[in-house]
């Protein structure tokens, strides 16, 4: 993973864009929603980001840039049309140890910008590192689609109380299932029946647990995409041999491991509300789909 994705905190960040052209208003489209304060140096300037001018949203310079300009920044935008003095300045950044992007030259980025979806208070960045950004648009057209707009409104919903729900259900795990119920009911819509789907999860009766079987013969590049929400589901994964890279890529990175189970603990933890997964040899996931034929056994290409 050449390109490793992270999400920054904007507040108090200084970012510098030099060149102030179609390209420019582009990053600024987006640098614009975020609480960064932004700077654009450049000899002349665009209609789109004079635009960003009277709005006050953004400083600007009109002139020529210099060395002494790159310092003092979080980041640095190089836009301009001058191929070579992007790279000098480039190299400047990074010997002043500024993040610096060099647009559609990623062999002089110290980050690149992805593709991203705006919702609120959920964002999706999408990357393919550079090497094919029109099928990250596209995976982005078809994501937004998919997404509704409501969910803006839902996760603020949702984050005014986070607290409400932590003083009433203290246990993590209950607070877990909590949400669990309220995202089954009231799925990622807002509306009117919003605040009902809140209440109720409340007073739902304890959901039981799911088990999960997965025998070592069964590779993971061969499991269907119908198996990635269980594997993504677990609190506690059970197994006595080495999980294969590919297999641990698919499994939630915060569920607990542990390395020996018996059928009683098993069974507690799903009367527990836990959804457990159990990766063992054939004859022991054998033994087991008898013992708990409520269990999904994971197949190839099938559950």
């Given at each position: 993973m050449q390109y490793f994705p992270l999400f920054v905190d904007t507040q108090s960040l200084k970012v510098l864009i030099v060149g102030a052209g179609e390209v420019a208003s582009r990053k600024l489209d987006l640098l614009s929603r975020t609480d960064a304060d932004?700077?654009?140096?450049?000899?002349?300037?665009?209609?789109?980001?004079?635009?960003?001018?009277?709005?006050?949203?953004?400083?600007?310079?009109?002139?020529?840039?210099?060395?002494?300009?790159?310092?003092?920044?979080?980041?640095?935008?190089?836009?301009?049309a001058d191929k070579a003095l992007n790279e000098k300045l480039a190299t400047l950044a990074q010997q002043r140890h500024i993040w610096v992007n060099v647009v559609d030259n990623p062999e002089f980025c110290r980050f690149i910008t992805p593709s991203i979806i705006d919702r609120g208070r959920l964002q999706i960045a999408i990357s393919t590192a550079g090497a094919a950004p029109v099928f990250a648009r596209e995976l982005r057209s078809?994501?937004?689609?998919?997404?509704?707009?409501?969910?803006?409104?839902?996760?603020?919903?949702?984050?005014?109380?986070?607290?409400?729900?932590?003083?009433?259900?203290?246990?993590?795990?209950?607070?877990?299932?909590?949400?669990?119920?309220?995202?089954?009911?009231?799925?990622?819509?807002?509306?009117?029946?919003?605040?009902?789907?809140?209440?109720?999860?409340?007073?739902?009766?304890?959901?039981?647990?799911?088990?999960?079987l997965l025998d070592t013969k069964i590779e993971a590049e061969l499991l269907p995409i119908a198996a990635m929400p269980y594997l993504q589901k677990l609190d506690t994964i059970f197994s006595s041999t080495a999980l294969p890279h590919k297999l641990n890529e698919l499994l939630r990175r915060d569920a607990a491991r542990a390395t020996i189970v018996t059928d009683k603990k098993l069974k507690q933890a799903l009367d527990d509300g836990e959804h457990c997964l159990v990766y063992a040899e054939p004859n022991e996931i054998n033994r087991l789909s008898v013992l708990f034929p409520q269990a999904k056994r994971l197949k190839m290409g099938a559950i």
């Open positions: 932004i700077h654009v140096i450049a000899k002349e300037s665009c209609n789109e980001v004079l635009a960003y001018l009277h709005k006050e949203r953004i400083s600007l310079e009109e002139r020529e840039v210099n060395f002494e300009d790159i310092n003092g920044w979080d980041l640095v935008y190089l836009a301009t078809r994501l937004e689609s998919w997404l509704p707009h409501s969910i803006t409104p839902l996760f603020d919903y949702i984050a005014e109380r986070r607290s409400d729900v932590q003083q009433r259900l203290p246990v993590f795990k209950d607070r877990r299932v909590f949400w669990e119920r309220f995202f089954k009911l009231n799925q990622s819509r807002f509306d009117a029946d919003t605040p009902n789907h809140y209440q109720d999860s409340f007073s739902l009766s304890k959901v039981k647990g799911e088990l999960v």
